[in-house]
């Protein structure tokens, strides 16, 4: 592609700003595609029926015809079109008819004259367009074109610029994608030149943010080339306030004083019970916390055993993290001593502000914020653990199982339900952070301290919406090869968004556009609520594949049925079973046994045919995951299966062999534990679901092809 | 419409039998079409290139010009097809260039001449037509024209005949439904022309059994009408020989005996322990059957304190149940001893039949059964549980939580996860059966007997084929409007299909038909086993709605944006919340409180809050269900909340108001305990989950609309 002219579009668009218009002519149109290699047809501009009939004449017929107008828009409406002009005299008429039905649409209008524009039939008729999210910013939109297109919504956005990955992504990424391939007898298009148009117009909107929406509706994609048959784009001038984001190092240095301070203060610290600020002194000092602990409260000389002070300036040691049990009207000015203190956090657990009709005493916290640069968290939250420094900063109860998950959440009440469900699967985690009004630290600065954290594996977050989308974005696109990123996106569907929009002030986003982003980003998007809490403690347990090939080995059938299903479901592919692989497993398995994958052990069979076929399926090299399918009998009980499958992984680990293992237990009440066992012994497994372990190896699976391991 | 003029198309069908042909002339499909008053284009056929001419100019222009010939089926191909031939001229051009193809194509073909019809354009095309499916018989199919649909597979089916109803359905099926009602300025279709086509096609291939697939396609549908443009037949008389099945009332009399039976025998009964044969009669005896219980064993005297008898014969008491505990080679000649003594039915545990490449065998059984007319449950099964009676006729072990749930499964690992989670979730059932082989006794059996017995009041089927979906469709349609049919249908997935197949011999099932027929019968799907289990335990707990506004209360503002979106997902309509009753709700909560539905009342309020809100949701008689969201805080705990409920539950109950409410926690560990208190006391209710109690009340929804009661 040539390189792009910026100069010519600069110049367009300052013309166009110049004379306070919202969207460029056709031919303006047509010259900014030009100076980015974006292919439109030849065309001209025709100021006389004369003009018309020798310009069609000249690129050769059918043209279609248009009337350029800075004050038409909507040109079919105004009777502005006419297609398919067939030769010199029709182009004549047309020029005079499409001049007429403009004066009779808007007799101010200025008319400029009429485009003549060489006509594209054949091929696929596709959209590409670039918008401005309010969160996500620039985004390149592809599709194929037509009204049911539109009717299915079959459209996929990214975050531009696009690369030309991201491009063959979306490619593939909508559900009419066959349609690209060739589909009865027709000819595929040329993928390579709808992905360059989608790069070229990702960049031009990167480039120029004044433009806030384009459109080339249709393009033609031939097997040859793709061509732009219209544009339009429409610009905006007003200059957005950029938002405030500090450099990453600094982020990186506060909330690393933050997550592991080496002292910590409680504004509002309370002997009396019952009290928050008596709650979080007793997390503090119960949860094993080895740093200093500094209670402030002006009131009392000593709070459970530790000296009092009336202000943290009162403090000769340095404090990383103050957390503040006050009430609302309090916080303001406690925060600026905090702030000329230099601590470099503040928790902010009180409630009473932007979530109950209190932006602006909000607002000013953040102003605090902001000129002594201490970063809030909060308010409006439950507070912080860090296990790996046995720090409880909250007023819920203590949290101790130590693991290598960090979950945070938006709202209060989903980090109790991760509280809960964490103990009660006895779930190891690094974190679990409350971030409530999110008026200052969000999930992106959460992503940077866990990215190099060494005690976190994955980081699992439930959100409502993202302040900074793009922000975000850039930052998980970085992590997730690194760290799987699991999502919880709440408010997905209209009425859920408009929840979210009661809930948060947060306006609701649009949905697609963040399915798509996270796809870009490698971010795992969990549906539910109990699905982000079982991807947060699964996908840290299993080992990471080294390729696609999934084997079964069930010993009920009903269950490989099932676990077949669910690995459709979740993207998993069955291994096509090899004749020496097959024959293999047969040597383990009666003769009634099924052939292929799954592998059907049947039921009935002792530990040792359980255990021969997993050992088979973990050393062979073509098999890269195994999924079991226990049904509970007598021969093999859940607890000897449990204790077989664990010690085959085990020998196996001896001499370098990992793969990740599922298992789904089918059975009575005992098979609970048996599950709980091979949980612990790092084999996620659960009792009566096909469905779940399945759905944990293929987010683990997702992640894995998203970092480009696999 | 008129009347269908059946002599016709028998006589156009005869001769095309005579005359050995598989599909029908495009003339006969027309004369088909014209006696059931499908609406097709006017047409002629024309034997001279004058012929045509003549016969276009009479039915004006355009037309389109086709081939006609039995031994020319592919049109296209053969060069056989001229669309939009404009002028007498070009007909009779036209017609020689057919002709003069059509011998290159095929210079044997019997060429009867070419057919000049009427060009149909503008409007909306679609295609309607039937196919054979090996299970389900005769079925109606609907969707849109185009590649872009078949790409989509946007297409839906019925069973035929179908109902105007259905056929109405099937237009709002589609994932496109609305291109139907006018898009972008264009007119909606005539739905009831559309709708009549359907119906009467349907009819067409219902009436006349030997056409095995019918195309109209296109369909070009307009707002005054709809006319198909080209019709395909395709014939089959090969007579099918019908599906052995018992009249309904002979099943019903025999399922009466087996499930409910006053004695019992059990053929191989044992004292040993470990054998089946022993588990069965301890089963029997410590489950509490009440009935007589006559163990069966040629070497011994007594089992268990029971008088043992050589054969069933021996028996002077009538028996009603025969429960083998055999080896395979052994089961015949005892079924056939069942079957002199006049036994309802054979519980038939023993495998090594089909399921172990022994078909035969299983075959002999199958003969015997129909002769002796006993039927036969199995084989390769772990028998059945009836908790009315006390009896648990299997050698798994005993279960005895009564309640309204009838499950059965089709493979025995299933099963014991059904034991098992029932047992877990200390689920009350009436039945669990296992169906195993299905050599007989299969789901609309059971479905026969579950209907009429009070102790059921939903029931439950996992199931990897319908040996005769006709069959089950015909009577779940029926049972499914007065009690909640749920079924899992494993093998949905080609992957899974594969895997069934290799299980049970069946044959994949079409996924997209199972999904149709369940939709078209008012059978609930379930997605996956645990969801199989949480609708059998949730969907008869709740009382049936009386209308389609649900109202969401909650502490967790979070949890009300998950909550609804899972309404969405699980199409419950959130109600408008109306000023008076806001206004009222407002009353209760903080003014700080979200408006609107979510009913948002903020965490840490006191359970008086929780209290008055649902009262007044149940109170008012515009709200219809209520989702509650509880949040854990020290001033509302988990067992006073769960209490409270139970209370205004039971407060508005004694005033003769009964509504639906499930419930979502979020807290720590102890809300298990409140789940599990508000789940016994009639309230299905979830901890760590926004997702499964709202999947409960859909299930609950979708059956009560499907059954007409809302």
Known sequence: MNKQDKTKVREILDAVKSAGRQSLTAPEGKQVCDAYGIAVPQEGLAKSSKEASNLASTMGFPVVMKIVSPDILHKTEAGGVIVGVKNAGEAADAYETIIANAKTYNPDANVVGVQVQQMLKGGQEVIIGAVTDGSFGKLVA??????????????????????????????????????????????????????????????????????????????????????????????????????????????????????????????????????????????????????????????????????????????????????????????????????????????????????????????????????????????????????????????????????????????????????????????????????????DIDEDDLLIFFEQDDNTKVIAQHCEDLKDGRAYAEVARRVSKKKPVIVLKAGRTSAGAKAASSHTGALAGNDKIYEDVFKQCGVIRARSLRELLEFARGVPVLPTPKGENVVIITGAGGSGVLLSDSCVDNKLSLMAMPEDLDAAF????????????????????????????????????????????????????????????????????AKGIEKPIVASLAGDVQVEEAAQYLYEHGIPAYAYSTELPVQVLGAKYQWARGAGLI
Request: with cysteine; aromatic share 8%.
């Open 142 to 439: 592809f599709g194929l074109g037509g009204v049911l297109v539109e009717v299915l919504k079959d459209i996929t956005f990214r975050m531009a610029p696009a690369s030309k990955e991201d491009a063959y992504s979306m490619l593939d990424g909508i559900q009419a994608a066959e349609m690209l391939k060739g589909v009865r007898g027709s000819e595929p298009v040329d993928r390579e030149a709808l992905a360059n148009l989608i790069v070229r117009v990702s960049e031009l909107v990167s480039d120029f943010p004044e433009i806030s929406e384009l459109d080339l509706n249709p393009v033609f994609a031939t097997k040859d080339g793709a061509i732009a048959a219209d544009v339009r784009i429409v610009v905006d001038f007003e200059q957005k306030a950029p938002r405030y984001r500090p450099a990453e190092d600094q982020v990186l240095a506060s909330m690393q004083r933050i997550m592991q301070p080496k002292s910590i203060a409680v504004i509002g610290a309370s002997s009396e019970d019952g009290k928050i600020g008596n709650s979080v002194m007793k997390n503090l000092i119960n949860g094993g916390y080895k740093g200093n602990i500094y209670p402030i409260n002006p009131k009392a000389d000593n709070i459970l055993g530790y000296k009092a002070y009336k202000s943290v300036k009162d403090v000769s040691d340095d404090i990383d993290t103050a957390v503040f049990a006050v009430p609302a009207k309090l916080v303001a000015p406690a925060l600026i001593e905090c702030g000329e203190k230099r601590i470099a956090g503040a928790v902010l657990i009180p409630s009473g502000f932007a979530e109950s009709g209190e932006p602006e005493m909000q607002e000013e916290l953040v102003k605090i914020g902001r000129e002594y640069k201490i970063r809030l968290m909060g308010p409006n939250i439950y507070g912080f653990y860090y296990t790996p420094a046995n720090l409880c900063a909250t007023f819920c109860t203590a949290y101790d199982v130590k693991g290598s998950t960090a979950l945070s959440s938006q709202s209060g009440g989903i980090g109790m339900a991760i509280i809960g469900f964490s103990r009660s699967a006895k779930m190891g985690v690094s974190a679990i952070v409350g971030l409530g009004n999110k008026s």
């Open 586 to 653: 047969r040597k383990f398995i009666p003769p009634f046994g099924a052939a292929g994958n799954p592998v059907d052990i049947t039921g009935g069979e002792p530990p040792s045919t359980y255990k021969n076929t997993v050992l088979l399926g973990l050393q062979d090299d073509r098999i890269h995951s195994l999924i079991l399918g226990y049904w509970h009998t007598i021969i093999t009980p859940p607890m000897v299966f449990a204790k077989i499958i664990v010690e085959a992984r085990d020998e196996m680990r």
